[in-house]
T-cell receptor
Framework: GDSVTQMEGPVTLSEEAFLTINCTYTATGYPSLFWYVQYPGEGLQLLLKATKADDKGSNKGFEATYRKETTSFHLEKGSVQVSDSAVYFCALSHNAGNMLTFGGGTRLMVKP | DAGVIQSPRHEVTEMGQEVTLRCKPISGHNSLFWYRQTMMRGLELLIYFNNNVPIDDSGMPEDRFSAKMPNASFSTLKIQPSEPRDSAVYFC????????????FGEGSRLTVL
């Protein structure tokens, strides 16, 4: 079956540092890939997505590129802010029915 | 526009009591999901409805859990009887046809069973 593996957290960075959160997946075919973010006390919200190989999703300074050859979708941001402190979830979906397989989540803590 | 609305936001109850969590999806969305989040197990899909019909309930832990969606604008998740290990944050999410993985989550219901 499908699975998503993320690097374990917490990831602790200083403000303006470069961020990478690794995500790899196992799936048949060509799933769509997503990053969701969960701020403290809130539900998850879609951060970015990519629907085919070599696509780059981007939003709020975050980027991730769909790498079919390495089955990866790593999240990056050039300069993190304290307000980026949250839990980040990588996920995949095979169909328009919107069934998602989530990774375990990675907590990011950004210090001033 | 109103997002997904869940109630109650917080519930504290004693073991053995019945718990009912409620969800109002975004108008026009035809898929609804119930998730459970704990530190130990992360985010787990409990059940998924499409057009008010349960499609996949393989994540429902046991017979103590039940979910209904009597119409397009309302769903409930019931736990009877509740146990301390049910303590978690329960999220409801909705999506629209062809949404391709974009789920809209509510703010969650934090359940504590003593």
């Amino acid at each position: 079956g499908d699975s998503v593996t993320q690097m374990e957290g917490p990831v602790t960075l200083s403000e303006e540092a470069f961020l990478t959160i690794n995500c790899t997946y196992t799936a048949t075919g060509y799933p769509s890939l997503f990053w969701y973010v969960q701020y403290p006390g809130e539900g998850l919200q879609l951060l970015l997505k990519a629907t085919k190989a070599d696509d780059k999703g981007s939003n709020k300074g975050f980027e991730a590129t769909y790498r079919k050859e390495t089955t990866s979708f790593h999240l990056e941001k050039g300069s993190v802010q304290v307000s980026d402190s949250a839990v980040y979830f990588c996920a995949l979906s095979h169909n328009a029915g919107n069934m998602l397989t989530f990774g375990g989540g990675t907590r990011l803590m950004v210090k001033p | 526009d109103a997002g997904v609305i869940q109630s109650p936001r917080h519930e504290v109850t004693e073991m053995g009591q019945e718990v009912t969590l409620r969800c109002k999806p975004i108008s026009g969305h035809n898929s609804l999901f119930w998730y459970r989040q704990t530190m130990m197990r992360g985010l787990e899909l409990l059940i998924y409805f499409n057009n008010n019909v349960p499609i996949d309930d393989s994540g429902m832990p046991e017979d103590r859990f039940s979910a209904k969606m009597p119409n397009a604008s309302f769903s409930t998740l019931k736990i009877q009887p509740s146990e301390p290990r049910d303590s978690a944050v329960y999220f409801c999410a909705s999506s629209f046809e062809g949404g391709w993985g974009e789920l809209f989550f509510g703010e969650g219901s934090r359940l504590t069973v003593l």
